[in-house]
């Protein structure tokens, strides 16, 4: 009897516990793309790797290519690199030890046309989510996996100013990036990114040389009690 009633409740811990597995939250649907087309364009580029790492994976990924040969993007932007030239010489003039955010603090006050082309060049996407079910799903952090980073010859600005703005560390690895301000959806929620390079040469006023990123994004949230997350899978950005 004592053999029988174990078994009975191990069954039905069992049970439940297949009640509780089935009723764990699913990760969101992810669908994504560019929200800045202004400056930026999407194609396809060459995997990187060797042959046998290509092998595994899909030989092309997605890309965000910069519009540099645009003359509606080009010419203010060489424009906007001259003049960060002569207000970096200026300020350094008058501090000694200049620093980044009292230089960027000067540049703003200076330039704000320049300050905001900066911001308009910067390659922004979208992330749609679709979660099923009526529970509410909150963001809680996002992290950006770095596989690859090329610098090409050229610049461009970097500032990181609200939580949706990303700074990717050129280094390969992943890093997390909290959330102060938590997007909470039930049903369907939309996220924006802008991305940053922490490339930056603090000889040349805080420029961020432009290079080709290789990244993953990945989207964490709290649902139910659990944490899910969904992820973008490589891709290939130009910051």
Known sequence: MKSSGRHAAAAALIALSGVVAAQAPAPPELRWG???TFSYSEGVRPRDGDAASRAKGPRTLRAFEFKEKDAKVREPM???FQRHDQLWDE????SPQPGQEAFEAFKRERDPFCDQFARQLAPSLYFDFNAPGGEPYVLQ???VRTLG???YKG?????QEAWYDIVLPHKPGTR???VDKRLSFTGTGRCELRLWSDNQYPAMGWLAPMGEYTIDIRFIFSAGGREVSVATGPFKVDV
């Open 141 to 143: 952090a996002i992290e």
């Open 176 to 178: 997390r990036y909290p």
């Open 34 to 36: 560019l929200q800045n």
């Open 149 to 151: 980073f090329s610098e």
């Open 78 to 80: 060489l424009k906007c």
């Open 91 to 94: 300020f350094r003039k008058r």
């Open 155 to 159: 610049g461009g600005f970097a500032r």
